[in-house]
T-cell receptor
Framework: LAKTTQPISMDSYEGQEVNITCSHN???????ITWYQQFPSQGPRFIIQ???TKVTNEVASLFIPADRKSSTLSLPRVSLSDTAVYYC??????????????FGTGTQLKVEL | SAVISQKPSRDICQRGTSLTIQCQVD?????MFWYRQQPGQSLTLIAT?????????ESGFVIDKFPISRPNLTFSTLTVSNMSPEDSSIYLC???????????FGDGTRLSIL
């Protein structure tokens, strides 16, 4: 069973870059790494997904080292509205369950003025 | 990306009763999943809802307690049977459009058992 761990919480200020790391030592060959943002009373919202190296979209970057045993979500210039819980998910949706879809423990990001 | 709607959004139920949660997707999807999220905690996969066949359950979850249906490529239901206070949680549905696409989630059903 993959064990996926994240820091419990992080604090930042508006305009700063925030990097949240996820550790997934037991990642399998076919597994993707996906990051989600969750606000209270809402479902997780997709941020970014990657398999290896670096992926960038309009809201974030995802850095994955060669051994793929960790990943880092980078949020440039955060604002108050980025205050949320961030989850990494490791797994392969095509093969579905069998303990192959494992959410991280979640990181509560708090952004202040 | 697919838009996922869940009904009901919340409910308060008596112990010993059952509740069926519906998940509707606005487009055909290949995979659908059901998760549980207890307050302040991460998400735990309950099962994969297979279209036209029995769901695939994760360790710790059984069909008698959480029967799942998926009659077509856009709809699934999860029933929480013979509820007890320990079943109080948020139940979330997710869907994958295909290939290596990510899961997208509904906003969940908040269930409280008295």
């Amino acid at each position: 069973l993959a064990k996926t761990t994240q820091p419990i919480s992080m604090d930042s200020y508006e305009g700063q870059e925030v990097n949240i790391t996820c550790s997934h030592n037991n990642i399998a060959t076919n597994d993707y790494i996906t990051w989600y943002q969750q606000f209270p009373s809402q479902g997780p919202r997709f941020i970014i997904q990657g398999y290896k190296t670096k992926v960038t979209n309009e809201v974030a970057s995802l850095f994955i080292p060669a051994d793929r045993k960790s990943s880092t979500l980078s949020l440039p210039r955060v604002s108050l509205s980025d205050t949320a819980v961030y989850y990494c998910l490791v797994g392969d949706v095509l093969t579905g369950g069998g303990n192959k879809l494992t959410f991280g423990t979640g990181t509560q990001l708090k952004v202040e003025l | 990306s697919a838009v996922i709607s869940q009904k009901p959004s919340r409910d308060i139920c008596q112990r010993g009763t059952s509740l069926t949660i519906q998940c509707q997707v606005d487009s055909q999807v290949t995979m659908m999943f059901w998760y549980r999220q207890q307050p302040g905690q991460s998400l735990t996969l309950i099962a994969t809802a297979n279209q036209g066949s029995e769901a695939t359950y994760e360790s710790g979850f059984v069909i008698d307690k959480f029967p799942i249906s998926r009659p077509n490529l856009t709809f699934s239901t999860l029933t929480v049977s013979n509820m007890s206070p320990e079943d109080s949680s948020i139940y979330l549905c997710s869907a994958v459009e295909g290939g290596d696409q990510p899961q997208h989630f509904g906003d969940g059903t908040r269930l409280s058992i008295l």
